[in-house]
């Protein structure tokens, strides 16, 4: 789903085998590509299609400057500008349609999300929304329920596709309105596929409610807090560890494009040399990262952070940065100890982030890479810290040419989620590019681990909170979406859960 409004879900496509209808025997519309340097592209009759139907909806669209990017990952961006005079435009609308399904993937309108602050009442936000779906999806959209998006507000509304009486989870539209107009659309994953209710098997045998339960049991990981925030004492617990969906007969568990789930390294065992270094200015910064990172600073210099605003920042925390050059190089301190530092090219740009750990023109592979981070981890690494796991799916502050490396500290064979590590290193260079130490310190003993509940207790509380949900989804395999839908239990991983493992209470 599209960014807009920081609804968060990843748009990835499928190629779908449909029967050509009539209206696929229509011309196209030719507009001017932003990205082919002048060539003439012609859209897909399929999203020409949609493109009509949106300037049923909004007409003042067809009076606009369009361009068109891509496609990009199966998508094709459309904007839309409002000419004031030669050279003076104004965005006025984005449109992202699918280029083999012509569906739309999202839509934005600039002009009404400025009045975003006028938030409508009950009523009016479900007439603006269903209004606009009913014309894109015509005899469709009686499939889909609207419920509210955000508790208490509504600012959007979310329409959830139904088959035999059980919600599509992916396929839905997020639909955001002031008290005018729609001022953004969003989609899940499988609404642009606009698969035909045939595909939908009717729910046949499924798994008891003690099989769920057991299969949650099994999800449910243990875990250690160095410092648990509602005690400040290191504390035991359990969390759920799933993608959020299991096949609804087999258990098994089913990917979407918005599952996130951690998966782990072997144990890494390392000798810990407990290296500290404080700094308390700039230049003292600057020598940290030459002498002691050996980071060149050749006509670099270092300035204290005053833009960052201080609720961004950590307690105590200063931030330094270069100035007078292309790239650029920052510094991070916590009470004047230094917890890292970051090198960033100066050929590289916000959007040029790189997925699934595989760097572009990567000269040095992933095991390669990993062997660089843990040999620089190992002088830094806290004393107490004897075995060390990879997060393999977290991948943070990374650029298009780098691998990036989340360390987390066991104790007792067991993860500490707020001992943390952060390395790394450029794939083309073999240079440590990024280093953060986020490892908390405990103030009393952590807790022993045989003194937890059963996974199936904490499976039990977890369920008796948050019921499995029967529906269906487009499953994800190989980054690709699924035509087939798939009947599954949803398994809550989007609200926050966490037991404690001795007493069995949620922490709240």
Not at 423 to 438: A, K, L, P, R, Y
Request: no cysteine; proline share 4%; glycine share 6%.
């Amino acid at each position: 789903m599209k960014q807009t409004m920081k609804l968060a879900s990843t748009i990835l496509m499928a190629s779908l085998l449909i029967t050509t209808p009539l209206w696929l025997q229509h011309p196209t519309t030719t507009v001017q590509a932003a990205t082919n340097q002048g060539q003439q592209v012609k859209l897909p009759l399929a999203a020409e299609k949609t493109l009509q139907t949106l300037y049923a909806i909004q007409p003042e669209l067809k009076s606009m400057d369009m361009k068109i990017h891509g496609p990009n990952n199966g998508v094709y961006e459309l904007r839309f500008d409002k000419v004031f005079a030669p050279g003076n435009m104004q965005l006025y609308a984005m449109v992202d349609l699918d280029a083999t399904t012509g569906a739309l993937h999202g839509y934005t309108n600039e002009q009404e999300m400025q009045k975003q602050k006028d938030k409508p009442p009950e009523a009016v936000a479900k007439q603006k929304s269903a209004a606009f779906l009913q014309k894109l999806l015509g005899d469709d959209f009686k499939k889909y329920k609207a419920t509210q998006t955000r508790k208490g507000k509504w600012d959007a509304v979310t329409y959830t596709r139904h088959e035999h009486g059980v919600p599509v989870f992916t396929d839905r539209y997020v639909v955001g309105v002031n008290s005018t107009s729609v001022m953004y659309v969003n989609t899940f994953e499988g609404a642009p596929l606009r698969a035909a209710s045939s595909l939908f098997a009717k729910p046949g045998k499924v798994m008891s409610k003690d099989e769920v339960t057991g299969k949650v049991a099994s999800l449910m990981e243990l875990t250690y807090n160095a410092r648990k925030k509602e005690t400040g004492k290191p504390a035991l617990k359990y969390s759920l560890e799933s993608t959020g969906y299991l096949n609804a007969a087999t258990g098994e568990e089913i990917e979407s494009a918005s599952s996130h789930k951690s998966r782990y390294s072997e144990t890494i065992a390392v000798q810990p040399g407990g290296k500290k270094f404080t700094a308390s200015n700039a230049d003292e910064a600057a020598r940290v990262l030459t002498e002691e990172f050996q980071i060149k600073m050749d006509g670099i210099t270092l300035e204290t952070d005053t833009h960052t605003p201080a609720e961004m920042k950590g307690e105590g925390e200063t931030i330094y940065r270069s100035k007078g050059r292309d790239g650029k190089i920052t510094v991070y301190t916590t009470n004047n100890e230094v917890t890292g530092f970051q090198v960033r090219g100066k050929i590289e740009s916000a959007s040029a982030k790189q997925h699934n750990n595989k760097p572009a023109n990567a000269q040095l592979t992933y095991e390669e890479a990993k062997e660089k981070a843990v040999q620089f981890l190992q002088p830094y690494l806290d004393s107490s810290v004897k075995e060390l796991k990879i997060d393999k799916i977290k991948i943070a502050m990374s650029s298009a040419t780098t691998y990036s490396f989340s360390f987390y500290a066991l104790y007792d064979g067991v993860i500490v989620t707020d001992q943390h590590y952060l390395v790394n290193v450029d794939g083309q260079t073999g240079e440590i590019v990024n280093f953060m130490d986020s490892f908390t310190k405990p103030t009393a003993p952590f807790p022993d681990k045989k003194t937890a509940i059963s996974k199936e207790a904490a499976a039990k509380q977890f369920l008796k909170d948050r019921p499995a949900v029967l529906g269906y989804i487009f499953p994800v395999q190989n980054d690709k979406v699924q035509a087939k839908p798939t009947l599954v239990y949803s398994i809550d991983t989007v609200s926050y859960f966490s037991l404690d493992a001795v007493t069995g209470k949620s922490f709240k």
